[in-house]
């Protein structure tokens, strides 16, 4: 096999890839005898088929597909001995690589175009991005102290509804006649009062009794889409169809007492602290609710920073190769327009998927699958398997065992563990952008915080893509391109 390159642009070339017989035919036999193995014809034993007629039936397939593989092999292998680092996928050149003859050829030559990275100046040093410092409005850290106060509180079961009550009973669909509708809706569910919009259908529950009969319209009761569905048992897209009344049996009725402030339950909230005091209990909420939205902060900061880098940093890209490349891998006609529409954003995108890479390269920027248990153990489990008061040696080994079983488990789950591989790599590349990019630190509240948001930024959420530096061979499994 040969495999030679010939620059055709500033950032492109086209790879030359030469096929001998040599660099299949081996494979090609090895396959025809494992074919005979799995042939059964009428007239032959299992097994015996005769070599002539696997090659008839089978010759040219496989020789079409060991010919690919050696050429993709050789391709790749090229790629990677000489250090080229691609921007997308080699795209073949139908114009030149000559057609084959399957059946007669021995020899083939295909022709690929490629498009290489540029280079560029990496210095975070000489960029600027503010970092905000997040705290709760007193409203919000009212509302968050009362719902600790909730989910700590007493059930009780009053015998009439309040208007905070959770109320468990029987609904039945009726029909136009007022009757139980024949194939209707009829299931256990269950009324959360406050969530009833309608104040007539409010005032239809507040003061009724076990057994109580409520009819009403459900759809103009719950407004939210989601609550009606919890509500009818029913598919978020079943429940906007539903336009009947309802007839709603009272079996059952609950009411949260909230939890006095005291110090058994800031013990119970905060295990971990030795908390004495409403003050104390109140900042440890209050330090919580930072912990939350310093998230929140470092995504908005890596997208501002982000965009400084992209703007900032000036690189040449082969355009006209990727907008072939993006075109190559849509889907539908659908999305091709939508990158003929918004190739400048494709572009911002890839500039900075390149930039990101190379901060990785900098800055040995990994995520391992340890870094992904560790965080299963550390950050998701905990809450789910909490220490117990007054936990033993033995115990505390057996839970921490545990945690560590269930997270290797979840490695597993491949899309979850995806997921968790982008959170970790970019919360690793926001660290380091905090550390060496020029950041001006400011204290807001969070009201403040969404106001300085556009509503784009409010609601954007960051793609689930894998980075990674090296050119690798496309999969099936592959859903979008992958950029190096």
């Given at each position: 096999?040969?495999?030679?390159?010939?620059?055709?642009?500033?950032?492109?070339?086209?790879?030359?890839?030469?096929?001998?017989?040599?660099?299949?035919?081996?494979?090609?036999?090895?396959?025809?005898?494992?074919?005979?193995?799995?042939?059964?014809?009428?007239?032959?034993?299992?097994?015996?088929?005769?070599?002539?007629?696997?090659?008839?039936?089978?010759?040219?397939?496989?020789?079409?597909?060991?010919?690919?593989?050696?050429?993709?092999?050789?391709?790749?292998?090229?790629?990677?001995?000489?250090?080229?680092?691609?921007?997308?996928?080699?795209?073949?050149?139908?114009?030149?690589?000559?057609?084959?003859?399957?059946?007669?050829?021995?020899?083939?030559?295909?022709?690929?175009?490629?498009?290489?990275?540029?280079?560029?100046?990496?210095?975070?040093?000489?960029?600027?991005?503010?970092?905000?410092?997040?705290?709760?409005?007193?409203?919000?850290?009212?509302?968050?102290?009362?719902?600790?106060?909730?989910?700590?509180?007493?059930?009780?079961?009053?015998?009439?509804?309040?208007?905070?009550?959770?109320?468990?009973?029987?609904?039945?669909?009726?029909?136009?006649?007022?009757?139980?509708?024949?194939?209707?809706?009829?299931?256990?569910?269950?009324?959360?009062?406050?969530?009833?919009?309608?104040?007539?259908?409010?005032?239809?529950?507040?003061?009724?009794?076990?057994?109580?009969?409520?009819?009403?319209?459900?759809?103009?009761?719950?407004?939210?889409?989601?609550?009606?569905?919890?509500?009818?048992?029913?598919?978020?897209?079943?429940?906007?169809?539903?336009?009947?009344?309802?007839?709603?049996?009272?079996?059952?009725?609950?009411?949260?007492?909230?939890?006095?402030?005291?110090?058994?339950?800031?013990?119970?909230?905060?295990?971990?602290?030795?908390?004495?005091?409403?003050?104390?209990?109140?900042?440890?909420?209050?330090?919580?609710?930072?912990?939350?939205?310093?998230?929140?902060?470092?995504?908005?900061?890596?997208?501002?920073?982000?965009?400084?880098?992209?703007?900032?940093?000036?690189?040449?890209?082969?355009?006209?190769?990727?907008?072939?490349?993006?075109?190559?891998?849509?889907?539908?006609?659908?999305?091709?327009?939508?990158?003929?529409?918004?190739?400048?954003?494709?572009?911002?995108?890839?500039?900075?998927?390149?930039?990101?890479?190379?901060?990785?390269?900098?800055?040995?920027?990994?995520?391992?699958?340890?870094?992904?248990?560790?965080?299963?153990?550390?950050e998701l489990l905990p809450s789910y398997f909490p220490a117990m008061p007054d936990e033993s040696e033995e115990q505390k080994k057996e839970r921490e065992q545990h945690l560590d079983s269930v997270a290797r488990n979840m490695l597993n789950e491949r899309e979850q563990s995806k997921q968790v591989y982008n959170y970790l790599f970019?919360?690793?590349?926001?660290?380091?952008?905090?550390?060496?990019?020029?950041?001006?630190?400011?204290?807001?509240?969070?009201?403040?915080?969404?106001?300085?948001?556009?509503?784009?930024?409010?609601?954007?959420?960051?793609?689930?893509?894998?980075?990674?530096?090296?050119?690798?061979?496309?999969?099936?499994?592959?859903?979008?391109p992958s950029l190096f």
């Amino acid at each position: 096999m040969k495999v030679s390159q010939e620059k055709n642009g500033n950032l492109t070339s086209l790879v030359k890839v030469e096929i001998e017989a040599n660099d299949y035919q081996a494979q090609v036999e090895k396959q025809l005898k494992e074919q005979r193995k799995k042939m059964s014809v009428p007239g032959f034993r299992p097994g015996q088929v005769p070599v002539s007629m696997v090659k008839k039936m089978y010759g040219t397939q496989l020789k079409a597909q060991q010919i690919e593989r050696a050429m993709s092999d050789g391709l790749y292998k090229f790629i990677d001995e000489n250090k080229i680092k691609v921007l997308g996928s080699p795209l073949a050149n139908d114009e030149k690589t000559p057609k084959a003859d399957w059946d007669k050829d021995t020899e083939f030559t295909f022709y690929f175009d490629i498009a290489c990275q540029p280079e560029f100046e990496l210095n975070l040093s000489k960029h600027k991005a503010d970092l905000y410092d997040i705290e709760p409005t007193q409203q919000m850290l009212d509302k968050f102290i009362e719902d600790q106060r909730m989910r700590f509180g007493k059930v009780e079961s009053p015998e009439t509804i309040g208007e905070k009550d959770m109320v468990y009973g029987r609904l039945v669909q009726l029909g136009e006649d007022g009757a139980p509708m024949e194939n209707g809706i009829d299931t256990k569910t269950t009324m959360y009062v406050e969530r009833i919009a309608l104040a007539t259908v409010k005032k239809q529950f507040i003061g009724k009794k076990k057994d109580s009969v409520i009819t009403f319209k459900p759809a103009k009761a719950l407004k939210d889409a989601n609550h009606l569905a919890s509500f009818l048992r029913k598919s978020t897209d079943e429940a906007k169809e539903f336009n009947s009344d309802a007839q709603f049996t009272v079996e059952t009725i609950q009411r949260m007492t909230p939890a006095e402030m005291n110090e058994e339950f800031f013990s119970r909230v905060y295990a971990d602290k030795n908390i004495k005091d409403e003050a104390s209990f109140t900042q440890a909420c209050k330090d919580e609710l930072c912990k939350a939205y310093a998230r929140e902060a470092d995504t908005y900061f890596l997208n501002k920073a982000s965009e400084e880098l992209v703007k900032s940093i000036k690189m040449e890209l082969p355009e006209e190769f990727l907008k072939r490349w993006l075109k190559a891998t849509a889907n539908s006609e659908d999305d091709a327009k939508k990158i003929e529409d918004n190739f400048d954003k494709y572009l911002d995108g890839i500039r900075w998927q390149m930039i990101e890479g190379e901060i990785a390269q900098k800055y040995g920027i990994k995520v391992g699958d340890e870094d992904i248990i560790n965080y299963y153990k550390t950050e998701l489990l905990p809450s789910y398997f909490p220490a117990m008061p007054d936990e033993s040696e033995e115990q505390k080994k057996e839970r921490e065992q545990h945690l560590d079983s269930v997270a290797r488990n979840m490695l597993n789950e491949r899309e979850q563990s995806k997921q968790v591989y982008n959170y970790l790599f970019d919360r690793k590349i926001t660290d380091v952008l905090k550390q060496n990019m020029k950041v001006s630190q400011k204290k807001l509240n969070m009201d403040e915080f969404l106001k300085q948001m556009s509503p784009a930024e409010a609601t954007e959420k960051k793609p689930a893509k894998k980075r990674t530096a090296k050119a690798e061979k496309k999969t099936e499994e592959e859903q979008q391109p992958s950029l190096f």
